[in-house]
């Protein structure tokens, strides 16, 4: 189902990008890139992180170590789920409620959200979870945002030490 059908947007009121497991990885070209676009072309004041459940991102990294590129795309989900999803009934949707939250506190820590909040933009960081089963689509961490009289924003994600 396209994203804007899942928020009730028409085509075109919403930038896109996606990738496996919905990782906010820097390094990446291509997700920096749209980043960098949705910050400071679009001016977009709200990043929306959604995963779903059933995600088979999530259930790969669960499974046993791959040494191939979808192995390294999902070793920060693999260690996340090694850090705080420890045992081997994990539900997977937990992780991928796990994995929205760590990738709105790395969005809250990359140096374009940073600069983008330093001259003080209105962006706003959310974390969201999507059920394809009953298109139910519910956050699974509070917002994120700084404004200049606010502190450094903190997301901590429970379990993580």
Known sequence: MPA???VD???GEMFVHRNVANLATP???NFAAALEFAVDVLKVEHIIVVGHYGCGGIQAAMAPDRDDAIG????PVRELYQTVCCTPDTNADRLCEHNIRAQVKALAANPLVLRAWARHAALTLHGWVYAIGDGLLQPVCSPVSRHPDEAVPKLRIAGAS
């Open 4 to 6: 804007t059908e899942i």
């Open 9 to 11: 947007l028409d085509p």
């Open 27 to 29: 390094s990446d070209p």
């Open 72 to 75: 390294l795309w999902l070793a």
